[in-house]
């Protein structure tokens, strides 16, 4: 009789500890699928959150930088130097951009902003590949200051 | 660990053995790869310095649909040989079928890989065999497989399988297709794709994860 039930007791024993291991396995393993989730997405805003904010750079200090990382944009500020030509096969824009110190190649698949002319300054967001600036937006700035039309002749 | 990765190697070779055997999805998938390869050439007609911009989009396209083509049969021949009653009530940890299911479908497509980058470069005249573009090939295409086995095991016990497994797992690779897409262009520019190949691994990470912790839910009917 008495041995029956430590039988009885002892499968009981094995059953339960038999549950509670299945329910811890899926537990820890929710934890740290979960953990890895949480990493993961992390790293996927911080990624696309630094590859969304264009860092401002001029012409000698991206030939120090070096191509861009992919996804990353560059703003690229200077003055245009010399005139513009228009490549025959990508039908973009191409023309110097610099700062003084070095110049950097700039190429613009659209039409140019109303102020760009030689000499004028000009910021381009886009990317670097090591030889070459494309540019997916480009602004021309006003070299002058806005001024009354009777304040000229003064 | 080791009764595990003895269960996950199981489940590889059988669908390697079966997979050798009847050749269905790998006849299938690189034919497809070969045809659309050579349909793209021919219709497009691309410049060299076009050619060089749009390969890694028509490449990742290519090897997106043939996968579906792999993936759709991995559970579905389970569920048509009645066998997928046998997974199911194997005394085995669920995970290992999934694992051991992903990388059956990995090294199929890790075969149509193999196929479609001689025929990208021959065909189009794009240096697609240069190393760079092996680790964005590899991380792309296992975030792939590891969606797509867990959208497989999904959709194999619905009657209109073939449609719904590219609907419901094609807006879940878009960002594996198009992270693999763009690192592969900018290996073939010559620009870092490191970021590229961080953002690959992530998305790896997440959709390994999430499949090993969901995968048995679809095992329940």
């Not at chain 1, 820890?28 to 904010?53: D, E, K, Q």
């Not at chain 2, 046998?86 to 995970?95: K, Q, T, W």
């Not at chain 2, 419901?168 to 690192?183: C, R």
Request: net charge positive.
């Amino acid at each position: 009789m008495s041995a029956s039930v430590v039988a009885d007791r002892s499968s009981g024993d094995a059953l339960q500890q038999l549950q509670r291991r299945r329910t811890r396995l899926p537990q820890r393993r929710f934890a740290v699928g979960g953990l890895i989730i949480v990493v993961a997405v992390g790293y996927l805003i911080m990624s696309s959150f630094s590859s969304a904010v264009a860092s401002v750079m001029s012409p000698s200090e991206l030939l120090r930088h070096g191509a861009t990382p992919a996804g990353q944009t560059i703003r690229l500020q200077g003055k245009v130097v010399g005139a513009d030509r228009v490549d025959p096969r990508s039908l973009a824009h191409i023309f110097s951009v610099s700062d003084g110190r070095a110049s950097v190649i700039v190429a613009y698949a659209s039409d140019l902003p109303g102020g760009f002319k030689t000499g004028a300054s000009v910021e381009a967001q886009g990317t670097y590949d090591g030889h070459r600036f494309t540019a997916s937006s480009l602004t021309a700035k006003c070299p002058t200051k806005y001024q009354a039309a009777g304040s000229t002749s003064q | 660990m080791t009764e595990y990765a003895r269960i996950v190697a199981t489940i590889v070779l059988k669908d390697v053995r079966l997979e050798a055997r009847t050749r269905q999805t790998l006849i299938a998938s690189t034919i497809f790869t070969l045809l659309v390869a050579i349909i793209f050439a021919f219709a497009l007609d691309l410049a060299p310095a076009t050619a060089r911009a749009v390969a890694p989009g028509l490449l990742w396209a290519t090897l997106a649909f043939a996968g579906i083509l792999g993936l759709g049969r991995s559970f579905a021949q389970e569920s048509d040989h009645g066998t997928l009653d046998g997974l199911r009530l194997a005394p085995v940890d669920p995970s290992a079928l999934y694992v051991g299911k992903m990388c059956g479908n990995f090294l199929l497509m890790l075969l149509t890989l193999a196929v479609a980058l001689p025929a990208f470069t021959i065909l189009l005249g794009v240096d697609l065999l240069s190393p760079g573009v092996f680790p964005a090939a590899l991380l792309g295409l296992l975030g792939f497989a590891a969606a797509g086995t867990l959208f497989s095991a999904l959709s194999a016990a619905a009657r209109t399988r073939d449609v719904l497994l590219p609907i419901l797992f094609l807006p879940l690779a878009i960002p594996v297709i198009l992270t693999a897409t763009g690192a592969t262009r900018f290996t073939l520019s010559s620009v870092s794709t490191a970021n590229a190949l961080g953002v690959l691994l992530a998305c790896d990470a997440l959709y390994v994860t999430a499949a090993v912790l969901l995968f048995i839910y679809t095992l329940e009917e």
